[in-house]
Structure formats: C-alpha cells, structure tokens
C-alpha cells in the first residue's frame, strides 16, 4: 500500500517541534518560499524555549537568498538565529577589529569563496603552469588562508567554517586534463589536501573544501 505525502495543513497542525519536523521532512524537496514562510510562522508559535545563535556570513557571492531557508531549518531544529550578512566581498574588512561582523559577536562565522578569490593566477585556466609552478600556488593559497582565518579568529569569538565554491569554468585542457602532466584537476584535488592538513591543526576554526 503506498503511503501518501504529507501536506501543509499536516505540517500547521503539529503541536511540538518533534511533531513539526517529522511531518514536514516528506516536504523538503518541494517545499515553495510562500509554504517555508507559513512554516516558519507556526514554528514561532509553539512556545518552546528556543537556543539563541548569532550567525555572521562574509561572502563574495551571493547569500542574502540563502535566509529564508536559514530561518526555515533554524525554526525546525528549535534555534533562535540571528545573521549578518557583510557587504558583497568585504572579507578583509569584515575581519577587522570594529567592523560591523565583530560587533555583531557571531557564535559561528561562515565565509563563502569562490575558488577564484584564492590566488589571481586561478582567473584563467592554469594549463601553462609549470608543477613547480602549480605547488607554489599552492603554498601561496595555504598560506593566504591561514592568514586570512587566523585574523577572523583574533576578533571574532565562535567557530569559523570556511568554504570555497566549485569553479564554473572546467580544466582549461577538457577530457583531455586528466592525461595531462600538470593536470588542473589533480592540482587542486592536492591543493584541497594540504588546505585539509592544515586546517587539522586548526582548533577554533573548521574549514570545508568543495569543489
């Protein structure tokens, strides 16, 4: 017998957040705004005590529209967020002792990067790289990075998840990357290595490579 799919006038009727969560989880794949709105306003209803967190996200794409579904899992795991979006790539500024990320004393701050933003040689594709080349950037992007974290961490209080966004622009040599010396793919597969050996020796901070 197939089991039917859960509705929203299921989901509004739910009396505990438990209840809430279970009823809304056949939901999520196709969940509209307007329904994560409506959502989110009877989560608010419940009463229960909520666990207070103050989010900072410094971004050089877009983040503002991840919100409402920030707000919506917020609401179904019982937490009380309040973000802070900097402005559009301000990363090094937001860093900085006084700036309006400190000040709004996030428990976990979240930066969102491209991998281009790591190194200006990553602009255009870098099948011209000599490997020595290649591992220079390589160092020069570990390093960067520890800079940059390192300095969120002197002013800001919480946890630092840092993540860099796949690039859109395939390996510069197509299918034929993978046969080649200096590979674009395996590069950087090796660079988010080291960036992961690095980050290991990183207590306050957790880093997370995609791409």
Same mark, same amino acid.
């Given at each position: 017998?197939?089991?039917? #799919?859960?509705?929203?006038?299921?989901?509004?009727?739910?009396?505990?957040?438990?209840?809430?969560? =279970?009823?809304?989880?056949?939901?999520?794949?196709?969940?509209?705004?307007? %329904?994560? %709105?409506? +959502?989110? !306003?009877?989560?608010?209803?419940?009463?229960?005590?909520? %666990?207070?967190? #103050?989010?900072?996200?410094?971004?050089?794409?877009?983040? $503002?529209?991840?919100?409402?579904?920030?707000?919506?899992?917020?609401?179904?795991?019982?937490?009380?967020?309040?973000?802070?979006?900097?402005?559009?790539? @301000? /990363?090094?500024?937001?860093?900085?002792?006084?700036?309006?990320? /400190?000040?709004?004393?996030?428990?976990?701050?979240?930066?969102?990067?491209?991998?281009? $933003?790591?190194?200006?040689?990553?602009?255009?594709?870098?099948?011209?790289?000599?490997?020595?080349?290649?591992?220079?950037? *390589?160092?020069?992007?570990?390093? @960067?990075?520890? =800079?940059?974290?390192?300095?969120?961490?002197?002013?800001?209080?919480? @946890?630092?998840?840092? *993540?860099?966004?796949? !690039?859109?622009?395939?390996?510069?040599?197509?299918?034929?990357?993978?046969?080649?010396? +200096?590979?674009?793919?395996?590069?950087?597969?090796?660079?988010? =290595?080291?960036?992961?050996?690095?980050?290991? /020796?990183?207590?306050?901070?957790? /880093? !997370? +490579? %995609?791409?």
């Amino acid at each position: 017998m197939t089991k039917s #799919r859960p509705t929203l006038d299921a989901v509004l009727i739910t009396k505990t957040r438990a209840e809430l969560r =279970a009823a809304i989880a056949g939901l999520r794949e196709t969940i509209t705004l307007p %329904q994560a %709105q409506r +959502v989110i !306003s009877h989560a608010g209803s419940l009463g229960d005590d909520l %666990q207070p967190l #103050r989010l900072g996200i410094v971004h050089t794409y877009t983040s $503002d529209l991840l919100q409402l579904w920030l707000d919506l899992e917020a609401a179904l795991q019982g937490i009380d967020l309040r973000t802070y979006h900097a402005p559009y790539g @301000q /990363v090094v500024r937001e860093a900085q002792a006084g700036s309006t990320l /400190v000040t709004h004393e996030p428990d976990l701050t979240v930066l969102l990067l491209r991998r281009e $933003d790591l190194h200006p040689g990553l602009s255009k594709p870098i099948t011209g790289v000599s490997g020595a080349q290649q591992q220079l950037m *390589t160092d020069q992007i570990v390093e @960067q990075l520890r =800079a940059t974290v390192e300095t969120f961490r002197k002013h800001t209080r919480g @946890q630092i998840v840092l *993540t860099v966004l796949p !690039s859109i622009v395939g390996p510069g040599l197509g299918i034929y990357d993978a046969h080649s010396e +200096v590979s674009e793919s395996v590069w950087w597969e090796r660079t988010k =290595a080291e960036i992961a050996r690095w980050s290991k /020796v990183i207590t306050e901070a957790k /880093v !997370s +490579v %995609q791409g």
